[in-house]
């Protein structure tokens, strides 16, 4: 039997579709309830599973959510992973990433880790030099190393589905690693101008130019991004360890449908 009830903390960019998920499955009786927590309501009693969509600056939250969790006698928590792997991070704000799984672990409370790659319909911005309506974009290296997209509307369903049909057994303690698909800055252009016929200003960063603007500032996140994704770091997983054959029936977006539907 799996869990019908949830908690999901921090109703945000993430969050939000993940609630809509379970909220859908709620009307066919798969779910029972799905509690919204937030910083000015966050109680997880009669809870038993808890995902937290706490963005980066909040995640040290996470370990008073997780030992109330346990204390309320939470069964299964999902940290707010829902991104890359990516080598220990240190000094950097994906550290708490890391401890929120020893948190979790000293707690005895199991976790259920999902790795999803980059989000197809989030990412495409400005502030990561990848707005991509503006003509102009700008990544690592020579461009050519792949990485994994999903778009949240395909996370939040991956994630909905299997907490409502697998048994707790193969949740607790367990991780995730989807893609919707895996593919290449470079192949993105490529296939973008030849949807759009419009021509894309492509800039390339090298590793030395990341590293120079990281050592005048070790807190800028895009550099931190496009470094790590140019070491291999922007995949959900090795593709032998991906579990989008979970559900075979899953069928994700690519990320021309998303970013030029
Ligand atoms: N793979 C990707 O491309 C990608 C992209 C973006 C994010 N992510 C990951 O997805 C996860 C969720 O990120 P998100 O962007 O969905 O989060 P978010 O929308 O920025 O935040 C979620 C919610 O958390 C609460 N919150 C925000 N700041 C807070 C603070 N300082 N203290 C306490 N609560 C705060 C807010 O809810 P209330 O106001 O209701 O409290 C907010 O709506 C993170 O792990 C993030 O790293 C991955």
């Known amino acids: 039997m799996s869990f019908t009830t949830y908690a999901i903390a921090g109703i945000g960019n993430l969050g939000s579709f993940i609630a809509e998920e379970l909220l859908i499955l709620k009307e066919s009786g798969r779910v029972k309830d799905v509690v919204l927590l937030s910083r000015s309501v966050c ?46 991070p240190k000094g950097c704000p994906l550290l708490a990433k890391y401890q929120a799984r020893g948190v979790l672990k000293d707690l005895g409370l199991p976790y259920l880790l999902m790795y999803t790659g980059l989000f197809s319909d989030f990412v495409f911005v400005p502030a990561l030099g990848l707005d991509i309506g503006s003509g102009k974009i700008s990544y690592g290296a020579d461009g050519s190393f792949l990485m994994s997209f999903t778009s949240r509307r395909d996370i939040a369903h991956f994630l909905a589905r299997i907490l409502t049909t697998l048994p707790p057994a193969k949740l607790e303690w367990s991780t995730f690693r989807i893609e919707g698909e895996r593919i290449s800055f470079n192949e993105i252009v490529r296939q973008y101008e030849q949807k759009t016929g419009k021509k894309l200003e492509v800039l390339l960063l090298s590793p030395e130019e990341l590293e120079a603007a990281l050592k005048v500032n070790p807190y800028d996140f895009a550099s931190l991004l496009h470094l790590s ?11 032998e360890e991906l579990s989008n054959s979970v559900w075979p029936e899953w069928n ?8 030029a539907p």
């Open 43 to 88: 109680t997880v009693q009669g809870i038993e599973f808890v995902i937290s969509t706490l963005p980066l600056p909040a995640l040290e939250l996470q370990t008073s959510l997780a030992q109330a969790a346990k204390a309320a006698g939470v069964r299964l928590f999902a940290p707010s992973e829902f991104a890359t792997i990516y080598s220990e």
């Open 229 to 239: 994704w140019i070491k291999g770091e922007g995949v959900a997983g090795k593709p």
């Open 252 to 259: 994700p977006k690519k990320v021309i449908e998303v970013i």
